[in-house]
């Protein structure tokens, strides 16, 4: 089988298990709202140059950067569709997990993923839209497809956006309730979310076989740009290195179940964008992990933990 030919395969994942990953995608925003305030957004008021700086890399930076790396390894349309997909997603749902782990600011990340979960019900769409149309052969597809930005907006406000709005009103109501409830709500659902992955390549593992190796090295070399982007962006407008860590995370780690879940909807499953984002869906945890162990034992200057306290 050519490498080729995944663009015209569809992965088979059926409508019951879409709901099932609807579900879990909401439960996952909604666990990680719990732990998140008005006061978050007074802070970043007072200091909101790391938050702008977080959304452009993630929103105009990361997208940017996936189109020169499409252009310089000219993949597979399919596999290209599907970097712009995770490349226009907002941060991961594990990304203020491995934030603590690493020693960053997890109060920024936290926010983070707040305004990049609210923008992303409008920046999604049009990251994907505007990226995709800019290379001729993802083009193609788009116009075959024909999909609804609109559409698009709906799915991913009901996914992310609602959630989160249901979370921060049940930390503001009753904040004892909401903590205890992320603990167990965020744990679980990501669980219930790598095993959906994991169900859906193992039930796909022929068309997985024939086409990982492929598809692994564009992932991790993708993934590793990512990370390099947030940290070098963060480095250059001067932010202090627990922001440094926190950008990288958060620009590294993408919500690539919301792609996939959108992969599914609107584009049928189609072979190489659901595969690209299913692999980033288990390579970033791991990848992440790896990048936070490694700075858990690099100590933060004194005056980050002023920053941070």
């Not at 390894?73 to 997909?85: D, K, N, R």
């Not at 590294?252 to 599914?264: A, E, T, V």
Request: aromatic share 12%; glycine share 6%.
């Amino acid at each position: 089988m050519t490498i080729s030919a995944i663009d015209s395969l569809h992965i088979d994942f059926t409508e019951q298990s879409l709901w099932v990953m609807n579900i879990a995608l909401g439960l996952v925003m909604f666990g990680i709202a719990l732990d998140i305030s008005l006061n978050d957004f007074k802070r970043l008021w007072l200091q909101p140059k790391p938050l702008f700086v977080g959304v452009f890399s993630q929103f105009v930076l990361l997208p940017a950067v996936t189109f020169i790396l499409v252009l310089l390894i000219s993949p597979i349309p399919s596999i290209a569709l599907g970097m712009f997909m995770v490349a226009a997603c907002p941060g991961g749902n594990i990304s203020n997990f491995i934030t603590h782990i690493a020693k960053g600011n997890s109060a920024l990340s936290i926010s983070l993923t707040a305004v990049a979960t609210l923008l992303a019900v409008v920046m999604t769409p049009i990251n994907l839209q505007l990226w995709g149309s800019l290379y001729s052969p993802t083009a193609i597809i788009l116009k075959e497809v024909a999909i609804s930005p609109w559409e698009m907006v709906k799915l991913v406000a009901l996914l992310l956006g609602l959630p989160l709005v249901l979370g921060m009103y049940l930390n503001h109501i009753r904040p004892n309730l909401a903590s205890k409830l992320a603990k167990i709500l965020k744990l679980v659902s990501i669980i219930c979310f790598v095993v959906l992955i994991v169900v859906a390549l193992f039930n796909n593992r022929d068309i997985f076989m024939d086409y990982v190796f492929y598809v692994f090295w564009i992932v991790v070399i993708h993934n590793l740009l990512a990370f390099v982007t947030g940290y070098s962006f963060a480095n250059i407008m001067g932010l202090s290195q627990a922001n440094k860590r926190t950008l990288a995370i958060e620009t590294g780690i993408q919500n690539s179940g919301l792609g996939l879940l959108l992969i599914f909807t609107f584009f049928d499953g189609m072979g190489g964008m659901a595969l690209l984002a299913a692999f980033w869906g288990v390579w970033h945890i791991i990848s992440g992990l790896a990048v936070a162990s490694f700075w858990s034992f690099k100590p933060i200057d004194k005056l980050d933990k002023k920053e941070l306290a």
